[in-house]
């Protein structure tokens, strides 16, 4: 088969045109690239070769050198050009090309330039209309090279690798390893599914009408206007193979033609062919470039050889770089409506090479996104799935049945004698005829009860409900039965409903009750931690407070499904993220524990004095407990709360992830990655009590993540927690210390100080008035004198208490000084000196003159003043004491419930 053709002139363009035909036949195939010195056998009629030729070709290369429009040397005069002639085969050649439409590269040698239209005759002036490239001489291997690259993109399937194709032994073992392993894979697809059983569903095609496809003129290749499976494996088999895109409706069977296509093509695949391999859409989003999903999916399958068979990451990249596989992308319309523009741009911008391409989706959703949005494989055919022929029906139905069997003798007769029956048209469909013959291959059922059914759809309710029965019924040797399946498989259905996505993962399992558990696990700390501090009321407070925010916390992370992180370019199995994530809420236990404790400890230690066997006696209780809390909150932790309380109240086997397996095993769910999904989205449907939901997110990140990134997103959730305790105490230590109360002090006995309350004058609407100020002690001291007061606090409750209040001063005797000495009870202060310093008295904090240096607990101690002059002048000189009293210690109530003595020395 010819795709490419060499036009030249034998005087103008020798060697270009032999370095094309080799660079070009290699890249090719030399029975892809014809070259009449080497295409045309000896005693072949030359122009029937040439005209055979040239009505095969897509592409025709017009070699352009110098002398193109050199004269005809057998000219009489030499001056008649050879283009000029009616029977010159260039000119003829092209000609015929022009009015093929093909695609024409003018290809221009060594610095030639493309003829102007009017030197030209008129039959071929259209040449150059045709966009030309350039080779030369001293970059003739890089030139060819993108010549090629172009004609690639011109003929979808050329590239592909034939018999003058460079052979390189380790992509060819790695083709043929990956078809063995796609080979198995599939195999097993189709026994699970029984879909050969004893033979599938025929399933028939025409060409679509809808207005999704190029036009026919665009379209170049061999496919028929209608046709079976069969048509498309050997159309994909063919030379001319290109893009298609298979539309249907729901249940139509586009995944069942997708996987027997890929299976049938793979029986007469040979060694340098491209390699089908299926890849359902539903596991890919479009913020992963394709190529790269493709890859990995490729180095996926390469993985499942034995361990001396398997081949790299690079090898797999290089094997989808080549074209060397076809991609079988399955259910384009299972991506989330929003997606789906930007994945049929991928999808179009990453086959760009000549590998064949099959993309399924439902019909209304492809033509809608092409409606809306204008996107669309241009490059692609398309063709719709029609209903199944009663014929076939009947057919389908009798095969599956033993000899003798007439048990379908009344759905067959309705079948033939009336196609408008809502049983003829619920069996056009090849699921609900799958799940007919599913739910009634028992000899003890009976299928005439399907005639009872009036409307259409109620029909197709009963096939659906009847299908889990007869999947899980006694020969399935299933521990759950048809009932507890049903009610398990609902369970996760709605789950998938809920959260409007196709696919399930354990971690979409939850409850309230799991957010309420991890509520009160924290709060439940909090709070006795919090009460054992500062009595019943702030530990109910605290408790409710964390315990929302950790509930509000949990709910934030479950419902955006932030707490597992796994990207669609992972292809982890279902299970393979469950141990990672049991380790991740351990450590993360651990962690939370230890963080937890070191700040209660320290908070304790600097905070209230406690000492070290106090301190670590509530860090560990405490950091413990909320360490035990993390772990519930985490992604397994929840997990684990989850499936118990679902388990209880027979929602979920206690083992939810071997049920899983075992609805794969039988058919039911079908496996991509790290998630399962349902076979037929009909059931579904109907177990999840209505369509899905528009999709709003995947299962999946959104995005790539560093190794970094993935264990930091888990994290944050006993970060929050950690960050709430610790500030907490923090905050309430603060709180405390903030309230401290002043313990005013009133005279008991010894020399009387004078008493002055003053104000301040304040303006208001009535006149001027007082604003009272803090009250002023005055003792006067004469030359030489001594006084010493005795004060008692003006409560009789015990107090703790840590600083001196007020402020004193010495005034109206410059330069003289007095001696003053201060005793709390039975502890006595260094005495200090205050001097007058004339024009600028003396006025400064007490505390700072005569500090306490640790907690004093006063019961009714006395509060003794002894001032005494130490000069000989003959003024007076007085010594004032703003606000006096002590500061009490707003800890001391927290550290009276912990049995905290904080004496002298302390903070």
Not at 65 to 93: C, H, I, N
Not at 259 to 276: F, I, K, N, T, Y
Request: glycine share 10%; proline share 7%; net charge positive.
């Amino acid at each position: 088969m010819v795709d490419i053709f060499v036009n030249y002139r034998t005087l103008d363009a020798g060697y270009g045109s032999a370095a094309c035909h080799e660079m070009l036949s290699t890249r090719f195939g030399k029975d892809r690239v014809f070259f009449d010195c080497e295409n045309i056998l000896p005693g072949e009629r030359y122009p029937d070769a040439i005209r055979r030729a040239l009505e095969e070709t897509r592409v025709l290369l017009v070699l352009i050198g110098p002398r193109w429009l050199a004269p005809d040397p057998s000219a009489p005069d030499g001056g008649r050009r050879l283009v000029d002639r009616e029977d010159d085969w260039v000119r003829r050649e092209i000609r015929r090309a022009l009015a093929r439409d093909i695609a024409i590269i003018p290809v221009l040698l060594d610095g030639a330039k493309l003829p102007p239209p009017d030197v030209l005759p008129e039959d071929i002036r259209n040449l150059t209309n045709h966009q030309s490239a350039r080779v030369r001489r001293q970059s003739l291997g890089e030139d060819v090279q993108r010549l090629a690259e172009r004609i690639a993109g011109l003929i979808p399937g050329a590239d592909a690798p034939g018999p003058g194709r460079r052979a390189d032994p380790v992509l060819d073992d790695a083709a043929v390893a990956l078809r063995e392993a796609v080979r198995k894979r599939l195999d097993e697809e189709i026994t699970r599914r029984s879909l050969k059983l004893p033979e599938p569903i025929p399933l028939r095609w025409v060409r679509t009408k809808r207005p999704v496809r190029s036009r026919s003129e665009v379209l170049y290749d061999e496919l028929s206007p209608a046709g079976d499976l069969r048509d498309l494996a050997r159309y994909f088999g063919g030379p001319r193979r290109g893009h298609l895109v298979v539309l249907g409706l729901p249940g139509a069977g586009k995944s069942v033609l997708a996987l027997l296509l890929a299976r049938s093509l793979l029986d007469v695949w040979s060694a340098g062919e491209h390699v089908p391999v299926l890849l359902p859409l539903s596991a890919w989003r479009p913020t992963i470039d394709l190529r790269d999903w493709m890859v990995q999916n490729v180095q996926e399958i390469l993985t499942e050889l034995p361990e001396e068979r398997r081949f790299g990451k690079a090898v797999a990249a290089q094997l989808v770089a080549e074209g060397r596989m076809m991609p079988v992308l399955d259910g384009l319309d299972e991506l989330p409506e929003p997606l789906r523009a930007d994945a049929v741009r991928q999808i179009e911008a990453g086959t760009e090479n000549a590998a064949p391409l099959l993309l399924t989706c439902r019909a209304e959703e492809y033509e809608t996104t092409v409606r809306t949005t204008g996107e669309r494989l241009t490059r692609a055919d398309a063709v719709e799935l029609t209903e199944v022929r009663p014929g076939e029906a009947i057919a389908y139905l009798l095969w599956s049945s033993v000899d003798g069997d007439e048990r379908w003798a009344g759905v067959v007769d309705v079948l033939r004698t009336d196609p408008e029956s809502p049983l003829a048209r619920a069996f056009t469909s090849p699921l609900m005829l799958y799940l007919a013959r599913t739910a009634y291959r028992a000899g003890v059922t009976d299928p005439k009860r399907l005639l009872a059914y009036s409307e259409q759809d109620k029909l197709e309710t009963h096939l659906l409900k009847s299908y889990l029965p007869a999947v899980y019924d006694k020969r399935s040797r299933s521990p759950y039965g048809p009932e507890r399946a049903k009610r398990y498989l609902e369970v996760v259905a709605r789950r998938m409903r809920r959260d409007g996505t196709f696919d399930f993962a354990w971690w979409q399992l939850d409850s309230v009750v799991t957010g309420l558990v991890v509520g009160l696990a924290f709060g439940g700390v909090c709070g006795w931690f919090f009460t054992a501090l500062f009595g019943a009321t702030a530990g109910v407070l605290a408790g409710l407070l964390t315990g929302s925010v950790s509930y509000g916390v949990h709910l934030r992370f479950r419902a955006k499904l932030q707490q597992v992180y796994v990207t669609e370019d992972a292809h982890h199995g279902p299970r393979a993220t469950f141990p990672r994530y049991r380790l991740i809420g351990v450590l993360l236990g651990l962690v939370v524990a230890c963080a937890t404790g070191a700040g209660v400890s320290a908070w304790m230690s600097g905070t209230l004095g406690a000492e070290p066997r106090t301190a670590w006696h509530y860090a560990v209780r405490v950091g413990g407990a909320y360490g035990v809390a993390t772990l519930l909150g985490s992604a397994w932790g929840s997990y684990q709360v989850t499936r118990t309380w679902l388990w209880l109240t027979r929602r979920l086997p206690w083992r939810p992830m071997r049920f899983l397996e075992e609805a794969h095993d039988l058919g039911v769910l079908r496996q991509t990655g790290a998630v399962h999904q349902f076979r037929h989205n009909r059931l579904q449907e109907q177990l999840s009590g209505g369509a899905p939901r528009p999709s709003r997110r995947s299962v999946y990140g959104k995005r790539r993540a560093t190794r970094l990134g993935k264990l930091l997103l888990p994290v944050v959730p006993g970060v929050a927690q950690v960050a709430l305790v610790v500030g907490g105490l923090f905050g309430m230590g603060v709180f405390y210390a903030g309230t401290s109360n002043a313990v005013l002090l009133s005279y008991r006995s010894g020399d009387r100080p004078a008493h002055d309350t003053p104000c301040a004058p304040v303006s208001h609407p009535g006149g001027l008035g007082c604003a009272p100020q803090d009250p002023v002690w005055t003792w006067t001291l004469p030359r030489g004198a001594a006084q010493s007061t005795v004060l008692v606090p003006r409560t009789s409750k015990e107090a703790s208490v840590i600083e001196w209040d007020g402020a004193v001063s010495v005034s109206g005797c410059a330069a003289s000084s007095v001696e003053v000495r201060l005793a709390v009870g039975d502890r006595r202060l260094d005495p200090f000196t205050l001097t007058d310093g004339g024009f600028w008295p003396f006025k400064g904090s007490l505390e700072d003159r005569s500090p306490l240096y640790g907690a004093v607990l006063l019961k009714g101690e006395p509060v003794s003043v002894t001032l005494r002059r130490l000069d000989d002048k003959p003024c007076d000189l007085e010594f004032g004491w703003t606000r006096p009293g002590l500061i009490a210690d707003g800890l001391h109530p927290v550290r009276q419930r912990l049995g905290i003595t904080l004496g002298a020395g302390g903070s």
